[in-house]
């Protein structure tokens, strides 16, 4: 059985969950219009599949749901965060219009937080400047569990990598992809429904490839997509989310002292650029005659429209929400004051 619930009612419903296990309102709502913002576009490993790894980090005292990020800025291009132990997104919301400022005063603008817990897809961070006109590159490091290729023992994290950017009359091109085979909430999910791998995503506790999600989660890895390709791209995301932002690298990441912790502690880093100062014909425009060519070769679904369909089809019906799911956002935490059905009866 599956039930409808409104964007908005979802959003509200998951701010009662973070608020009743100590997040202040203000990050509250940030929180679950992220989370709810996946689920209504259609990024069920994170959504509110996450739901129990943000209670659970809060609960054991992994992360400090109420930190007030702390901005330094530090040259006329570069602007650092330190989330002080909280989650990134209040840190990137507090940095936001300076960041965007900064980028076009002097045409770019290097953002780093670190002492950030990440738990969320990236796009959602990166596809509002794109809205705002600016190009947009963001990584994350996260746990070590994805083995370099040629290696033997997870070194490296998911470690995903977005881009955005505009384009003139159309909604921004925005991709956000792990460098991981597979996303780790994916894996997750694959070993809930009992669905096997893949061929080539994954190993087991001895190194040995396996199709089996439980064997790759249960002291087993991920593998880097394509290869040696993959895995270079992710040790330049192990440098700048890490390296660069003053944050742990995935192999740093101890939450052994914090049963059911599942938010990683590392760093963040996000390029913005301003093409309103780049030379030839607007940006925007030349993006936008791109896209026009990618469709005419024959591709029929670019980068972000999937998430922009399932955006739509959510505001305008409702986001549909198993009797499962439904009950694990019951179970996760008590709603103050009310219930959550009595939200839905308004």
């Given at each position: 059985m599956t039930r409808r619930v409104q964007y908005e009612e979802l959003c509200e419903i998951l701010a009662r969950i973070f608020e009743s296990v100590g997040t202040p309102h203000d990050i509250a709502l940030l929180l679950a219009e992220n989370c709810a913002s996946c689920e209504r576009d259609g990024a069920k490993s994170h959504g509110i599949f996450r739901m129990k790894g943000y209670v659970d980090s809060i609960r054991s005292g992994w992360v400090n749901p109420a930190a007030t990020p702390r901005i330094e800025?530090?040259?006329p291009s570069f602007l650092r965060v330190d989330a002080r132990n909280g989650f990134a997104q209040p840190a990137l919301a507090a940095a936001r219009s300076l960041a965007i400022g900064k980028a076009r005063k002097t045409g770019a603008c290097i953002l780093t937080i670190r002492q950030s817990h990440h738990l969320s897809a990236l796009w959602p961070d990166i596809e509002p400047f794109a809205e705002a006109g600016l190009i947009a590159l963001s990584v994350v490091n996260s746990m070590a569990v994805t083995v370099p290729y040629g290696a033997?023992?997870?070194?490296?994290?998911?470690?995903?990598?977005?881009?955005?950017?505009?384009?003139?009359?159309?909604?921004?091109?925005?991709?956000?992809?792990?460098?991981?085979?597979?996303?780790?909430?994916?894996?997750?999910i694959a070993r809930r429904e009992g669905r096997p791998l893949p061929e080539g995503i994954g190993v087991d506790a001895d190194g040995e490839p396996t199709r089996d999600p439980a064997r790759v989660l249960d002291g087993g890895a991920l593998l880097p997509f394509g290869g040696h390709k993959g895995s270079a791209l992710s040790m330049m995301i192990e440098l700048l989310g890490a390296a660069l932002t003053g944050g742990q690298f995935s192999t740093e990441v101890d939450w052994s002292g914090y049963p059911g912790a599942a938010t990683p502690l590392t760093g963040q880093f996000i390029l913005l650029i301003d093409p309103a100062l780049s030379g030839g014909n607007p940006f925007a425009v030349r993006a936008s005659e791109f896209m026009t060519n990618l469709s005419a070769a024959g591709l029929h679904v670019l980068p972000g429209e999937r998430r922009r369909r399932n955006r739509a089809e959510n505001l305008k019906n409702g986001i549909v929400l198993t009797d499962e799911e439904w009950e694990q956002l019951m179970t996760l935490a008590p709603i103050p004051g009310e219930n959550a059905n009595a939200i839905l009866e308004r």
């Open positions: 800025d530090v040259a033997k023992r997870p070194l490296l994290g998911t470690n995903p990598i977005a881009f955005a950017a505009p384009a003139e009359g159309r909604a921004p091109f925005v991709f956000d992809m792990a460098t991981s085979a597979w996303a780790h909430g994916d894996i997750q």
